[in-house]
């Protein structure tokens, strides 16, 4: 069974920055791939940022500039660095790590921007 848990979200004003952290564990040994995903109140769950293998990175076009991918190897970990929060940034902040094309979410966690 593998476990992915992030953490490090909270309640920040506009402006202001978050490091999501998320971490995989139990049954994986690499990570492939990995995905931040958001999801607002009544809107469609979207994908924030990427990472391959490669350490290519991809970011949807509303963050891009602000938020930063990142992983450690060694830790079995992915970060997400957001900067310059916008209250249009809240929503639940899901952690995807693949491993031999299986994907593994995490439950989410709260990022609220308030003004």
Not at 68 to 73: F, G
Request: glycine share 8%; aromatic share 8%; charged share 20%.
């Amino acid at each position: 069974q593998v476990h992915v848990v992030e953490s490090g979200g909270g309640l920040v004003h506009a402006g202001e920055s978050l490091r999501l952290s998320c971490l995989a564990s139990g049954s994986i040994s690499s990570i492939d791939a990995a995905d931040w995903y958001r999801q607002a109140p009544g809107k469609q769950r979207e994908m924030v940022a990427s990472v391959t293998s490669y350490g290519s990175t991809e970011y949807a076009d509303s963050v891009k500039g602000r938020f930063t991918i990142s992983r450690d190897d060694a830790k079995l970990a992915v970060y997400l660095q957001m900067n310059s929060l916008k209250i249009e940034d809240s929503a639940v902040y899901y952690c995807v790590v693949e491993e031999d094309l299986e994907d593994y979410w995490g439950s989410g966690i709260q990022v609220t921007v308030s003004s």
